[in-house]
């Protein structure tokens, strides 16, 4: 690993000194959770240069994760759709998503600094249920915050992080959702922060979450460019690479596969949530970024059908690559992603997670951008913790369809 923090002119390489992709990311937080930032980037520096760590991290990846994920062909939505389709299975990973990669990584790193507590946030569950996860494996006390809307659509995974011996907290706050668990972990660290560790859900938050996070999750991409040296003709890099964009997370980890090659990188936002699509730079939950904000710079409310995607930031290297041009940004309603959800159930025998089912979606407006091409999609969750909201708005369900917005 390279300790210098000199590397940004490199796509998707370390952020500078301060934290910063460009002019976005930093730490903002308040002067009591400084030392414990100043401290997670030591010991994450320290640890990602030690063999033994990483050796230790891919092992559980493997062993008990579920890795490799695997690439899936997909013969009759790519004869569909009229290009060539190819899915990066993360929702093969045990717990369901991509989310256990980073999991495991800040587990290993809290025991490693001592801190036998983890507190973390959730929106669709599937961090929460990652999380519980790993305080399960590890031994760990975990408690999980989540908003009261969420901690309703997503009832199963509450209980699944219930079985795996967490707490789980209800923040009332707000919108009641992912931005609101987030103050509410936020909070709770602050108060117990010496025997207390952060288990950040995505690639934001103050420095060094952003890029700690994106490399805990690197693993996709460096998977999905060796399988699809094997499966793609010529330079084996497939023309575009696509992934939903919440916080930019499992984004980030197939991108940094793909950044320093010839294939188009976009990123797909929920209509209601599209930060780096309205691209209004502001400062959120510990760094610089883009940001729903009204013209007082208070920060709006998101919208979106899912809730892993239901939130009104995005990751500082996200607006980092929007701004330089390297990463594209498409949004997508909440209902073209239905059409894109029942599409891939139907064709491939694959249900997604509502969030991948966003890139699909781009995928099928895109169509006629795409003929002729390869396109490689992070599949970055299953679909059964939304079968039943899914069930409900096909139902006609007035609960499950106020869920929704056309
Ligand atoms: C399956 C799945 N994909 C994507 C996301 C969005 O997170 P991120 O943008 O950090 O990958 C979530 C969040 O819960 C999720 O559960």
Redesign the pocket.
Known sequence: MTTTANKTDSFMGDPDATGRFGQFGGRYVPETLVPACAELEVAFREAWADPEFKREFHNLLNTYGGRPSPVTECFRLSEELGFRILLKR??LNHT????INNVIGQALLAKRMGKNRLVAE??????GVATATAAALMGMECIVFMGEVDVKRQALNVFRMKLLGTEVRTAMSGSRT?KDAVNEAMRDWVATVNFTHYCL????GPHPYPWM?REF?RVIGDEARTQCAQMIPGDGIPDYVV???????????IFSGFADTRAKLIGAEPAGGAAVGRAVPGVVHGSKSYLMQDEFGQVQEAHSV????D?PG??PEHAHLADIGRARYESVTDTEVLDAFQLLSRTEGII?????AHGLAWMVKAKSELAGTTVLL?M???GD?DVAQVQAILDGDPEALATMRP
């Open positions: 993360e929702d369901g998503s991509h989310k959730t929106g669709a569950g599937q961090h992912l859900g995505s690639v934001m996070v999750h992934a939903c964009v919440g916080g930019g997370s499992n984004a980030a980890g899912s809730a892993g995607l939130y995005v990751g997604p997670a509502l969030e991948p992070n970055s969750g299953r913790k």
